[in-house]
């Protein structure tokens, strides 16, 4: 029962993501094409609230669920493998058509053809955890 919460917000999650179109492939490939404001307005509202949320953690010391303080620590200030990484989640992103929350909601929601994406997104994860040492960081 303790990770109760956890489900309960990973249901919310879902539903939130399919009814705000953010699990749609049209949706994304509107979005990669310039077509729709649509995912950016969905990105736009997460940036807001995240950079909202982290303020008030830091602001007001506020502690995870078991009690222990939550500690952010400052960027790197190299750009170049933020803008590498990001390259690289954003050719996984246009050619899957999810990233890595929607791929579940897509495969809960029934399209079990996600179930490749997730295998080689875990596969990807993986490997990069096999070569990370020898990796620029």
């Known amino acids: 029962m303790k ?20 699990i749609s492939w049209y949706r994304i490939q509107e979005m990669f094409r310039f077509q729709s404001f649509h995912m950016y ?9 995240g950079t909202i949320s982290v303020y008030l953690i830091k602001r007001f010391n506020i502690k995870d669920f078991q009690g222990n303080a939550i500690v952010i620590p400052d960027k790197d ?47 990807g994860t993986y490997l990069y955890g096999l070569v990370k040492n020898r990796l620029p960081h």
């Open 77 to 123: 200030k190299s750009w170049t493998k933020y803008i590498l990484g990001g390259l690289i989640f954003g050719l996984g992103w246009a050619l899957t058509g999810a990233c890595p929350g929607p791929m579940f909601v897509n495969i809960g929601y029934g399209f079990v053809t996600m179930i490749i994406v997730v295998i080689g997104a875990l596969g």
């Open 41 to 49: 307005g969905i990105i736009g509202t997460a940036v807001v609230l």
């Open 3 to 22: 990770g109760l919460k956890f489900i309960l917000a990973g249901i919310v999650f879902g539903i939130t993501m399919a009814k705000s179109e953010a």
